[in-house]
């Protein structure tokens, strides 16, 4: 029999910038905007939840999903840009467009009048940048062949290992894409009718917590601290 892990007692932000950064995608998604004096009293998850869920219009009916809608908003989009054939949530990006990245995600963000998704910038993307600077950075100051060397090896594997990370936006599902956008635009898809009953909003709040904080949302509860 598998145990289940406990609940988490804290989410560890620091309160060194990170708290603010998991405020403001909160605010972004559910359109809302807090003072200082009321984030000064929140402890814990329950305490963030329930000021988000004071200032929203929930309802007790089931609305739409807002997945779903989201995917249907993607799909048009990808069909606009020369898209064919059948399109599902499992389809992955590099097999609908060639479109780079970040102007997919412009383009899109302004055809559906969403907040942009962030780049797929991973610690991968990130470690492949910093040897294309050290590897530059060595061959303008290199002073021997040897030196030379190493730095342009490091260039190399440096534009290789960037070349990866930003392919790994291909390998994202048009499913995957969806549930990031619905994630981040509540708001947005709640104004078309989107489900807005108490317990998405916790989902969803959840899920974006999770994600900020970089855990498991199913380990967050409502007494998890915010502060570590």
């Known amino acids: 029999m598998i145990a289940t892990p406990a609940p988490l007692t804290t989410l560890g932000l620091a309160g060194d910038g990170d708290d603010l950064d998991v405020l403001v995608a909160i605010e972004r998604s559910f359109g809302l905007s807090f003072k200082d004096e009321e984030t000064s009293s929140w402890e814990t998850v329950g305490d963030f939840y329930e000021a988000v869920l004071s200032k929203l219009a929930t309802t007790v009916i089931q609305g739409k999903c807002s ?28 097999d609908l467009t060639r479109i780079r990245q970040a102007a997919v995600l412009k383009a899109l963000a302004q055809e559906t009048e969403t907040a942009p998704v962030p780049l797929t910038f ?5 470690l492949g940048i910093a040897l294309l600077i050290f590897g530059i950075a060595g061959l303008l100051a290199s002073h021997s062949p040897i030196m030379a060397v190493l730095s342009a090896m490091g260039t190399v594997a440096g534009w290789v290992v960037v070349r990866s990370g930003v392919a790994s936006f291909g390998m994202m599902s048009v499913g995957d894409l969806s549930t990031e956008i619905a994630l981040s635009n509540f708001a947005v898809f709640a104004a078309k009718g989107a489900d807005a009953r108490p317990t998405t909003v916790w989902r969803i709040f959840r ?5 900020e904080a970089g855990v498991r949302p199913e380990l967050i509860s409502r007494q998890t601290r915010l502060l570590a």
């Open 67 to 94: 997945t779903s809608m989201a995917f249907y908003d993607v799909r048009r989009f990808l069909r606009s840009r020369g898209s064919a054939g059948v399109i599902r949530p499992s389809t992955k990006l590099r």
């Open 207 to 211: 899920d974006l917590l999770a994600r």
């Open 122 to 126: 991973g610690g991968k993307t990130f």
